[in-house]
């Protein structure tokens, strides 16, 4: 079995080399340097790149399996995948601690005034009478309750915050006070202080967010993208912004990436910014390396895959 990874991975190659003998592993440091006939006999690819395409996916006529080191998927040509019978896993729950601690990042610069006080503090300003907002009695809505919401709601329960989650079928979730369907989200927004978005991109949530939503959320309402970008028109939530129709909003991910430099973005007061980077971390691949173990061994001893396993029909 020849698995090629399309990323080097430090001490993770030897460790694999290791545990599995019996396997032929090949790293390169980017897709444009795997030979053509290591993408025509590889069985496995480990890999996060653009570069796997429907063009790429025809030349690797051996493939049976991809590990994706990333949770989102919608980069992959899905459907050239099931036709090939393509089995697809990914790194899901690997960037949970990194994204829990940006969103509470967030939150408490949010709460606890802290660019202000960073004002005052630049303007020699002692102002012992600030009094800030506890986040303690707040309601945190998240739409989509996996692996990330589920940490992050269950670390917003140890604060005293009511955590909503809202899924497909409105199933029970970890973490949650309340679980309810996507679908009657205006039912629930005047609930919500907060909502935080961290749904992948797929067909169904492209775009799920309209103008229509911000109106029918609080005023006060504290915005938070962790998820896709894609969810919401960047028009529509410049617009929000300005119209006050939501307080603020914390923003890591847009529409298009990289963010334009001519974004109205950079001009809007109740916005802050991050480069889509409240997912990187030291440990990722690492991680992502160990949920890859589990699945390789059993499938070098069943032939089935056990964890993270990506249905190509939904995107996730």
């Not at 190659?13 to 590889?42: G, I």
């Not at 606890?112 to 945190?140: G, V």
């Not at 309209?210 to 938070?224: A, C, N, R, V």
């Not at 939530?237 to 307080?247: C, G, Q, Y």
Request: some cysteine; overall charge negative; hydrophobic content about 40%.
């Amino acid at each position: 079995m020849l698995v090629v990874s399309l990323m080097r991975l430090g001490e993770e190659e030897e460790r694999l080399k290791a545990l599995f003998p019996e396997v032929e592993f090949e790293f390169y440091k980017h897709p444009s340097y795997l030979p053509d006939t290591s993408k025509a006999n590889m069985d496995v690819l480990l890999s996060y790149h653009a570069d796997i395409d429907r063009a790429f996916i025809k030349e690797a006529r051996n493939l049976k399996w991809i590990m994706w080191y990333a949770t989102g998927v919608n980069a992959l040509p899905l459907e050239c995948l099931k036709e090939n019978h393509i089995a697809l896993t990914n790194a899901k729950g690997v960037h949970a601690q990194q994204l829990t601690e940006f969103l509470f990042a967030y939150l408490l610069d949010d709460y606890k005034a802290l660019k202000e006080t960073y004002a005052e503090q630049l303007n020699k300003i002692y102002n012992h009478k600030r009094t800030t907002p506890t986040i303690a009695d707040q309601t945190i809505m998240f739409l989509g309750t996996g692996k990330i919401p589920q940490s992050a709601a269950r670390i917003a329960q140890q604060f005293g915050m009511t955590t909503i989650g809202l899924n497909t079928t409105g199933h029970k979730a970890d973490g949650f006070h309340e679980t309810y369907l996507l679908k009657d989200k205006f039912k629930y927004y005047h609930q919500a202080d907060i909502i935080v978005n961290v749904l992948p991109e797929t067909e169904k949530t492209k775009y799920l967010l309209t103008s229509e939503d911000f109106k029918q959320m609080q005023p006060h309402t504290l915005f938070i993208n962790l998820g896709r970008g894609t969810i919401v028109r960047e028009k529509v939530l410049v617009d929000a912004l300005k119209n006050s129709e939501i307080r603020k909003a914390y923003l890591d991910v847009f529409e298009t990436e990289p963010l334009s430099p001519h974004s109205e973005l950079y001009h809007l007061e109740n916005v802050v910014l991050t480069s889509h980077i409240s997912g990187n971390g030291n440990h990722n691949k690492t991680q992502a390396t160990e949920i890859f173990i589990q699945n390789l061994q059993h499938f070098l001893n069943k032939g089935t895959l056990i964890e993270n396993i990506v249905d190509l029909n939904k995107g996730y």
